[in-house]
């Protein structure tokens, strides 16, 4: 029988053809929304990296609004190290920093503070023209774009960014920087310390719009130093306010930095408990990871830790008193990051003897008096005991790892006996045999320590002291202070002795604390030191040139000290800090750690913003 072929095969072969085809065409639109998904993917992945060059380009401060712009080279910007940063893979703008202060900030005008706080907060906020590289110890520009030093020294041209600008939209000028010179030599802006050092500059001469010259008076090893390290002011802004007015009013801190005040500055009043600092977002250069900077004014020790513990600051300096217990804490171990660190600008710790009260000399201007005082104190014990190890007792006021400290001195010993011989040869004796030493006229060895009321470790010292010279029948008084109280007291010069810390630099210039030309008009000689020879000294080393012929001045500056003991130098130390772990790009250089500046929060681990 032969094949047939009817109409109902006809319609199921057509149907068939039908279904084949729309499995055709279905399989062809399948294949080309995968290839628009993969290209979606693909421009997905384009666009994040896209948008990182974009982050990263405007936190180096590059434009990237062209073609050009895209393809600009950050070679010769400022802040190298910032914008190393911004390359990282982690990297991510964004959160708050949150610092706290034991004290309470008095004042943020720049110049009329000598408060180291005042000085960290600045720095966020007004920039000088050059400033040390943390790494290299060599000066890289900031405002600066170049400069020029003659071969005498004594000529120092400087040409401007022309990018720069401050907080306003204002830019960063020649008049600026003339302006910030006359201010700072104005006599009736309360600004001793500063003019004491600008006053080496002879004249600052606008040449044009974005260059200045800087004239010297005379030859002076950190003469460039005094001319790059002036934090510009802007005269559009400060020129506004009277002297009177400058030197009275707390928050007048305004200036061309990555922050600025929260608050209007003229507003700005102290007692709130905390400063705080936003973005500046019409900066000019490379900007910091942080959207915002916090210091909190926590005087309490141990409530500092707590809100380090709970998260609410970023940052911990232990005491050396909890340093040990600390450093084993279980939950410190799994939230945060201790650094230990020592660095020749990490200074000195001292007690100062005050030689002149009322204009009348005391009991401290007698050199074997002073000797005595520090043959009494044990410092190798206070450093192992007080200082849980962490501080190495010093004999002067350079750093031992510095070539400006001479090698083969080594600090006074402890040793009670030949102090009070040389007590007695300055005429005190018990003459009542009550335990108290006295003067030829009778009047007891009674003296009051001043020191931080807010510092446990201070508090501990003076009560050690208190001990250690009541064996050799002499009567401490410890007077803790608030800390405005206590400037004004070491400013105003009343005080019988005193102990704080001075901060180091890498070359230290002695003649602001020693000279005697620093005891008056606002100069940090605070204890009526006088010594002829080591004016002399100190005046040869400071137009020095030669490094090697400087450093053996220097050296003879560190004999005197030794020998006069206008301080009992106590200790250097080493540096402890606890940081939140959630903080990235922190390293150790040679000044310390790296500036907060540098570190960022990765984008999941940012707690404050988004």
């Known amino acids: 029988m032969g094949n047939r072929f009817g109409f109902r095969d006809l319609v199921l072969a057509v149907l068939l053809v039908v279904l084949i085809v729309s499995v055709w065409l279905a399989m062809k639109q399948y294949d080309r929304q995968w290839d628009q998904l993969g290209q979606i993917g693909v421009t997905l992945d384009d666009q994040a990296v896209e948008l990182k060059r974009i982050r990263q380009a405007l936190a180096q401060g590059v434009r990237v609004s062209d073609a050009d712009d895209a393809q600009a080279s950050t070679a010769g910007l400022p802040f190298p190290r910032r914008r190393a940063a911004t390359q990282m893979d982690d990297y991510a703008p964004g959160d708050w920093y949150i610092d706290a202060f034991g004290v309470a900030v008095g004042k943020l005008t720049p110049l009329v503070s000598s408060d180291v706080y005042q000085s960290v907060i600045s720095n966020y906020v007004m920039e000088s023209l050059a400033s040390r590289d943390a790494v290299t110890l060599e000066w890289q520009p900031d405002l600066a774009e170049s400069w020029h030093i003659s071969d005498d020294g004594l000529t120092i041209t400087v040409k401007l960014r022309e990018q720069a600008r401050f907080s306003d939209g204002q830019p960063v000028t020649a008049d600026d920087v003339v302006f910030t010179y006359h201010w700072i030599m104005n006599p009736k802006v309360a600004a001793p310390r500063d003019r004491s050092y600008v006053s080496k500059i002879a004249s600052v001469t606008k040449i044009d719009g974005l260059t200045i010259t800087f004239k010297l008076n005379e030859t002076y ?3 460039f130093e005094i001319c790059a390290g002036m934090q510009v002011m802007a005269k559009h802004y400060y020129s506004q ?11 007048l801190l305004f200036g061309s930095g990555p922050y600025k005040l929260v608050v209007d500055p003229v507003s700005w009043k102290p007692g709130s408990g905390k400063i705080e600092l936003t973005r500046n977002d019409k900066y000019w250069a490379a900007t910091p990871a942080y959207d915002r900077i916090i210091f909190r004014e926590i005087t309490d020790e141990t409530a500092r830790l707590v809100t380090f513990r709970n998260g609410e600051t970023d940052r911990f300096g232990p005491q050396p008193e909890q340093y040990l217990r600390l450093k084993e804490d279980e939950q410190l171990q799994r939230d945060k990051v201790l650094y230990e660190y020592e660095t020749i600008t990490g200074g000195y710790r001292y007690v100062a003897w005050n030689q002149m009260r009322e204009d009348k000399p005391t009991r401290f201007a007698d050199r074997r008096v002073r000797r005595a005082m520090t043959l009494l104190t044990d410092r190798s014990d206070m450093a192992r005991t007080l200082m849980v190890g962490l501080a190495t007792p010093n004999s002067g006021p350079f750093h031992r790892l510095s070539k400006q400290a001479d090698a083969d001195i080594d600090p006074w010993p402890y040793d009670p006996q030949a102090a009070r011989t040389l007590l007695g040869q300055a005429g005190f004796e018990d003459r009542d045999d009550n335990g108290v030493i006295e003067s030829d006229s009778g009047e007891p060895f009674r003296f009051k320590l001043i020191y931080p009321a807010s510092s446990v470790n201070y508090k501990q010292m003076a009560l050690y002291l208190k001990d250690a010279y009541a064996r050799a029948g002499i009567v ?16 105003q010069r009343e005080f019988d002795a005193m102990t704080l810390g001075w901060s180091g630099t890498i070359e230290g210039d002695p003649n602001q604390i020693f000279h005697s ?15 002829a020879d ?18 053996a001045l220097w050296r003879k500056v560190h004999r005197i000290l030794h020998e006069d003991q206008p301080y009992t130098f106590l200790w250097t130390s080493r540096s402890v800090v606890f940081l939140d772990k959630r903080i990235h790009n922190v390293q ?22 988004r």
């Open 221 to 223: 090893f950190k003469g």
């Open 517 to 531: 030309r620093a005891i008056g008009d606002g100069g940090d000689n605070y204890v009526h030191y006088q010594n």
């Open 534 to 551: 080591l004016d002399q000294l100190i005046d040869q080393a400071r137009v020095t040139i030669d490094q090697d012929q400087r450093m």
């Open 476 to 491: 401490l008084e410890p007077d803790p202070l608030e800390w405005t109280i206590m400037i004004q007291r070491i400013n």
């Open 241 to 251: 306010f009277t002297e009177d007015q400058f030197n009275e009013l707390p928050g």
């Open 588 to 609: 150790r250089v040679k000044t310390g750690l790296n500036h907060s500046m540098h570190w960022f929060v990765p984008l999941g681990a940012q707690r404050w913003s």
